[in-house]
């Protein structure tokens, strides 16, 4: 399993849209392969700056699958609009994972 | 329920001692108020860049309890001699969370 985090920065005043945005577009990630989650967080030092995490099964199911793929047009068709710049995607993978809540 | 991200870079070849002051340190956390949950995350396109995801309760549990805290003088004395910068710390909000794993 490995962690796709995507930065993006959201034009002023278009969070709220964004962000039904990405409701919308959960869908299409639910439906690709590979893909196991979507989690979408909001910075509170930078409210524009948000952070995009998926969960993928392999590191190409994100790179060649998913991108290649018609979602991909469409998750850009509806979120795209709001971005102010192009995002910034890292991959990382778990090392360590204590949760006691 | 708020996340502290510090992404820290670590000198090379240290990673597997960084790994292990993390595994060694988060019984510290374990024991501060208001923590939930710590997670260390590697990138893949950048293996020195880690992310330490740390969940508190308020944000005020991790800037003012937690920093002042001898548990977090504990924490730089372990992680710290590893890190090759300061870390860079933000936090943010869960505003979406699908998971269909």
């Known amino acids: 399993m490995i962690v796709e985090i995507a930065e993006i920065n959201i034009k002023a005043g278009q ?16 439906a690709a392969k590979g893909c196991r989650g979507l989690r979408l967080q909001r910075g509170i030092e930078r409210p524009g700056c948000y952070q995009l995490v998926v969960h993928w099964e392999t590191l190409e199911d994100h790179t060649v699958g998913f991108r290649s793929s018609a979602a991909f047009g469409k998750w850009r068709e509806l979120a795209g609009p709001h971005f102010a710049s192009a995002p910034q995607v890292q991959h990382v993978q778990t090392v360590l994972d204590n949760d006691w809540r």
């Open 15 to 30: 969070e709220s849209q964004f962000e039904s945005a990405v409701a919308e577009a959960a869908a299409l990630f639910r």
